[in-house]
């Protein structure tokens, strides 16, 4: 095992600490990195490789006995070949089963005493966790090398999770107006990027995906050498990575990890989709392209996605709800990617009203911040509003595991707190104004209108006539 990365072991009740200071100066209005000097409990993280290549993070907390436990694997659906949604089927059958364990044992072993499991697969990256107490630890990492050593990849199995994450792409998107137009909504914008597929694959792939494709999958992206074990919370440090030596020591490493070639091409004129669907309340998706995580420009983007469309008191909201009466709903946000991002708004449309009538007013709320900027007020409520959400997000053994798992995938290392905060405060009027003016522009824009098909249907003839 290779030591990269170690600091002292004394984290103790600090998240708990940050946090109420951190809460106290936001509730008076003031900037913590200005008035307070926080502890950052990540700066506690110890990092270490295994000799096949597995990212080891170890960041001790006796502050409660609870222990997260996360393995990234990094490979998401734009590692995707041949076959789209593979990534998230393997999150599916991660748990039906390896050489020494039944389908779903995994799950009620860890539930069984407690403990909270569960999985997500984005674009990015594949995420196994659980929460349990600290004595639960062994058996944990004991399940895990299990699955990831000896998963049985099986014709029953395949048949099986094929069938469950076809119909769980019919609940959430083809029966879902929202579901369907953001699945259109990123196929029209990522042109040529692997982005553009969606996360759960389209149905064509799910049905065709082969046995053999699967083996290949999970050989090549759930080797050592493509995953991060995140280890937060009441443990003994030394004890722990002996463990996992032990445990994970003999999982295979990959001899090469392909990636997908697809890039983010210029976009040369705005693109429009309709959607013609039976429903009651037409949608607005707009989208525009935005820099990766991690780009200067991001916390100038979050700040702008706040202001607009974040909340009640968001510029869209207030107009389009609150005000004219015209969206049951505007919402948006700044959505950064490993490789890219989106800058997105969505609004219901009253039903009755004219959806163009309305998208009009929607983009009129975009176009005053470019030519009036925002104000001070407006910039200062939504950096409180951000740095909140940081702070706040300490609070937990499996958010700073999240965290910390997140951060080292992305950039490779984790950014200190009093990196983002600065990052944050650091954000002007003139910076919103900026980003909105360089990055939301008409070129460079996608819209998807999901309208009602009586209307539509009306509104041919009408002008066929």
């Known amino acids: 095992m290779k030591t990269i990365l170690t600091v002292p072991q004394r984290l103790g009740a600090r998240i708990f600490t940050c946090f109420c200071a951190a809460s106290f100066f936001f509730v008076l209005g003031l900037c913590p990195s200005s008035s307070l000097a926080l502890e950052d409990p990540a700066s ?22 609870v222990v997260a436990v996360q393995i990234w694997v990094k490979a998401g659906s734009k590692d995707e070949s041949f076959y789209t949604g593979i990534a998230h089927l393997f999150e599916h059958m991660m748990f039906k089963g390896s050489k020494n364990l039944g389908p779903e044992e995994h799950a009620r072993l860890v ?14 990256v594949t995420v196994y966790h659980e929460d349990v107490t600290a004595e639960a630890l062994p058996l944990v990492l004991a399940l895990e090398a299990e699955r990831f050593a000896n998963l049985d990849i099986n ?8 069938q469950v994450v076809i119909e769980e792409r019919r609940m959430r998107v083809e029966d879902q107006p929202g579901g369907l137009a953001f699945e259109s909504l990123a196929a029209t914008t990522w042109q040529a990027h692997p982005y553009r597929w969606p996360v759960i694959g389209w149905k064509a792939d799910i049905e065709a995906v082969t046995l053999e494709a699967c083996r290949t999958f999970f050989e090549t992206y759930y080797a050592a050498n493509n995953l991060v074990l995140v280890i937060v919370g009441d443990i003994d440090t030394d004890e722990t990575l002996a463990l996992v030596e032990e445990k994970f020591g003999g999982l295979h490493r990959a001899d090469s990890i392909p990636r997908n070639p ?30 990766a995580a991690g780009h200067p420009d991001g916390d100038a983007l979050d700040v702008a996605s706040q202001i607009l469309s974040a909340g009640r008191s968001s510029r869209l909201y207030r107009e389009l709800v609150y005000k ?25 449309v009253r039903p009755g009203l004219s959806i163009d009538a309305v998208e009009a007013a929607f983009f009129e709320q975009i176009e005053k ?30 958010a700073l595991a999240s965290r910390v798992g997140q951060d080292t995938v992305f950039f490779g290392r984790v950014r200190s707190l009093d990196e983002r905060l600065s990052s944050i405060q650091a954000v002007t009027a003139e910076d ?11 070129d460079g824009l996608s819209i998807v209108q999901v309208q009602d098909s009586e209307v539509s249907s009306q509104r041919a003839t009408a002008q066929g006539e």
């Open 44 to 65: 506690e993280l110890r990092v270490d490789e295994l000799d096949n290549g597995l990212t080891v993070l170890t960041l001790e907390d006796h502050s409660t006995p």
């Open 111 to 124: 539930g069984s005493r407690g403990g909270r499991i569960n999985a997500y697969t984005s674009r990015d």
């Open 155 to 162: 014709q029953a199995m395949l048949d099986s999770e094929r």
């Open 262 to 291: 697809g890039k983010v091409v210029p976009q040369r004129g705005e693109r429009r989709v309709v959607i013609n669907l039976d429903t009651r309340v037409p949608l607005i998706y707009g989208a525009w392209h935005a820099p």
């Open 324 to 348: 004219n009466e015209q969206a049951l709903y505007a919402e948006g946000g700044y959505w950064a990617l490993q490789e890219a991002g989106l800058f997105f708004a969505v609004a219901g």
């Open 369 to 398: 911040v470019k030519e009036d900027g925002v104000t001070e007020e407006e910039v200062a409520k939504a950096k409180r509003q951000m740095e909140v959400g940081l702070v706040g997000g300490l609070a937990t053994t499996h």
């Open 432 to 442: 919103v104004q900026r980003v909105v003016q360089e990055y939301l522009v008409l």
